[in-house]
């Protein structure tokens, strides 16, 4: 479970094609104090740590994964966003974020706003029901805020300290993105749709 408070950003050294999984090396600050079998959100996708060395760690996605999440476009010096597990001691500064991702989305629009960002991004008509107005989605793994929602489309605004320390910043239009809708609002959808 995740915050989608984002720690750090790690830059893909290498990617490797096993069958229909693809398996990734990862750099960042924080790699010296990750074990293995431990769960990290790679903007936004849970996955689990396979190995380490010095800052570096190796993680794999299976067939499942690389359809429903834009890992299957990551290359060699790709900027993924970070987080740690939430321990249970832990403020919940964001939303829970389980790490499972519902779908993609493309970056429509970026637009400064005088000192912050705003985005709106497309997603599948099919998911319009988990989208509300001030209400939570996890893109690449960040916690943010959805307004202006439409039928498949909703806008959401960055701060500068956000920006400037995730892989939101390197957006640009017509980028792909993971997202993952509200696991209360899935929970409660699902009660009604029975």
Request: charged fraction near 25%; charge should be neutral; hydrophobic fraction near 35%.
């Amino acid at each position: 479970m995740f915050t989608g408070i984002i720690e750090s950003t790690a830059t893909v050294k290498e990617v490797i094609s096993n069958g229909s999984n693809k398996t990734f090396w990862l750099s960042c600050p924080l790699g010296k104090e990750f074990r293995v079998d431990q769960s990290i959100s790679h903007s936004g996708v849970c996955l689990t740590v396979e190995e380490t060395r010095e800052n570096s760690h190796r993680v794999t996605a299976v067939a499942e994964t690389l359809e429903k999440t834009n890992l299957d476009t990551w290359k060699p010096g790709t900027v993924v966003n970070l987080e740690r597990g939430m321990r249970p001691t832990d403020r919940l500064d964001g939303h829970f974020v389980q790490g499972h991702v519902d779908t993609t989305g493309i970056c429509r629009k970026k637009t400064e706003k005088n000192g912050s960002w705003e985005f709106r991004f497309e997603f599948p008509k099919s998911f319009a029901q988990l989208v509300i107005e001030k209400g939570s989605v996890a893109i690449n793994g960040v916690s943010l805020t959805t307004f202006d929602v439409k039928k498949k489309s909703f806008s959401i605004i960055i701060i500068p300290y956000t920006f400037e320390n995730t892989n939101l910043k390197l957006l640009n239009e017509e980028d792909m993105v993971n997202i993952e809708f509200d696991m209360v609002g899935k929970y409660i959808n699902r009660q009604f749709s029975l």
